[in-house]
């Protein structure tokens, strides 16, 4: 029930939005703005299975396009360990210290530890990431074409 009138008040928060912010507080306008590209932890979460179909080591879906400020999940699903490696030298500039903090014990440049557990997961956000395309490959499998690429959008 509380979430729900929560919802609704957003909402028409949400309606009012094209006018002058309601409260004055004085403080920053944190009004969102359709020009302004940068909406922090605001955006759209994406699944990445890893998985082994067959005999076919796969990210599933192999290539995903997102807006910058989206999070993606990659999951082990089937097959692992897998791991989520970028290609250091091939994302875009200034892309490495956004993903860098956010893989933790990483086994080479940009690229994550083994995922050992079933649904173990890495979870990435791209607030802040600059647009472009980011390569990966899951090294345990990269002989085998396990590879992906995302593609973030402004
Ligand atoms: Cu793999």
Same mark, same amino acid.
Request: aromatic letters at 6%; glycine letters at 10%.
């Given at each position: 029930?509380?979430?729900?009138?929560?919802?609704?008040?957003?909402?028409?928060?949400?309606?009012?939005?094209?006018?002058?912010?309601?409260?004055?507080?004085?403080?920053?306008?944190?009004?969102?703005?359709?020009?302004?590209?940068?909406?922090?932890?605001?955006?759209?979460?994406?699944?990445?299975?890893?998985?082994?179909?067959?005999?076919?080591?796969?990210?599933?879906?192999?290539?995903?396009?997102?807006? +910058? !400020?989206? $999070?993606? =999940?990659?999951?082990?699903?089937?097959?692992? /360990?897998?791991?989520?490696?970028?290609?250091?030298?091939? #994302?875009? +500039? !200034?892309? $490495?210290? =956004?993903?860098?903090?956010?893989?933790?014990? /990483?086994?080479?440049?940009?690229?994550?530890?083994?995922? #050992?557990?079933?649904?173990?997961?890495?979870?990435?956000?791209?607030?802040?990431?600059?647009?472009?395309?980011?390569?990966?490959?899951?090294?345990?499998?990269?002989?085998?074409?396990?590879?992906?690429?995302?593609?973030?959008?402004?």
């Amino acid at each position: 029930m509380m979430k729900m009138a929560a919802v609704g008040v957003a909402a028409v928060l949400l309606a009012c939005g094209g006018e002058r912010a309601p409260e004055a507080g004085g403080g920053a306008d944190t009004t969102q703005s359709a020009a302004n590209p940068v909406t922090p932890a605001a955006g759209a979460t994406h699944d990445v299975q890893m998985v082994l179909e067959g005999t076919a080591y796969r990210f599933v879906p192999a290539e995903l396009t997102i807006k +910058a !400020g989206d $999070r993606v =999940v990659w999951h082990n699903v089937s097959g692992g /360990p897998h791991n989520v490696a970028f290609w250091a030298d091939s #994302v875009p +500039a !200034g892309a $490495r210290p =956004v993903l860098e903090p956010q893989i933790p014990n /990483p086994i080479g440049p940009l690229s994550s530890e083994l995922m #050992v557990e079933p649904n173990a997961t890495l979870s990435i956000s791209f607030a802040n990431a600059p647009a472009g395309e980011y390569r990966y490959t899951c090294t345990p499998h990269l002989a085998m074409g396990m590879n992906g690429k995302l593609t973030v959008t402004p």
